[in-house]
């Protein structure tokens, strides 16, 4: 059964602080994602990693940073945590598109963690 | 830029058919549609990538119309367990790579 589980399913933080999400999947997959889930905003995704040491910028990085220092694992880390980062973060991971498809094509299926709900004070 | 999802509610009544509407002021390379249940993560439903295609889940079918831009979600016979938040995303070729972007997202509740 394919997993991807996310290190808290609840965090409280306070202003400033520097705050690591953890993700981990089981299936293998190259591709991994993290998103921003807010009210009436959908899915928003913050970076994603086609492979270890690589990242891309999704459509809103800016205070967030990532690391993928193994496949199985992708890190989401708010360097200095504010008010407007209280928010769901949801992790997902997916097979890269296989044949002539290249690594900037990766969306395949993609399978979510069951996110961790942050809040910041 | 993200795709615009209406209705952006709908109430059902067991058995009742909706649509859901996913639509793009750019061209587009694929369609994604996903359902969230009330506190679970968002599990996929289907990819659809040709103009044209359509596609099914259970009762659940899409169309894509890559010409226009657009895509709709069919809930066909509503069951209770279709309640949920219905999510599109679509996918845009870009010069840096392909880019998946989600819309806001659709609220069904199936009433018995």
């Known amino acids: 059964d394919v997993k991807v589980t996310q290190s808290s399913r609840y965090l409280v933080k306070r202003t400033g602080e520097k705050v690591f999400l953890e993700c981990v999947q089981d299936?293998?997959?190259?591709?991994m994602f993290w998103y921003r889930q807010d009210p009436g905003l959908g899915l928003r995704l913050i970076y994603f990693?086609?492979?270890?040491?690589?990242?891309e910028k999704g459509d809103i990085p800016e205070g967030y940073s990532v690391s993928r220092e193994k496949k199985e694992r992708f890190s989401l880390i708010l360097e200095s945590a504010s008010t407007n980062q209280t928010s769901m973060y949801l992790c997902?991971?997916?097979?890269?598109?296989?044949?002539?498809?290249?690594?900037?094509?990766?969306?395949?299926?993609?399978?979510f963690g069951p996110g961790t709900r942050l809040t910041v004070l | 830029q993200q795709p615009v999802q209406s209705p952006q509610a709908v109430i059902l009544r067991e058995g009742e058919d909706a649509v859901i509407n996913c639509s793009s002021s750019?061209?587009?390379?694929?369609v994604h549609w996903y359902r969230q249940k009330h506190g679970e993560a968002p599990v996929f439903l289907m990819i659809?990538?040709?103009?044209?295609e359509q596609k099914g889940h259970e009762k659940i079918s899409a169309s894509f119309n890559e010409k226009k831009q657009q895509s709709s979600l069919y809930l066909t016979a509503s069951q209770l367990s279709y309640s949920g938040t219905y999510f599109c995303?679509?996918?845009?070729?870009?010069?840096?790579?392909?880019?998946?972007?989600f819309g806001g997202g659709t609220r069904v509740l199936v009433k018995p």
């Open positions: 659809l990538l040709k103009g044209g």
């Open positions: 997902a991971s997916s097979f890269l598109r296989s044949g002539r498809q290249n690594r900037k094509k990766p969306y395949n299926e993609q399978f």
């Open positions: 995303g679509t996918e845009r070729v870009g010069a840096a790579g392909n880019k998946l972007t």
């Open positions: 750019k061209a587009l390379y694929s």
């Open positions: 990693s086609y492979d270890v040491k690589m990242k």
């Open positions: 299936m293998d997959h190259e591709n």
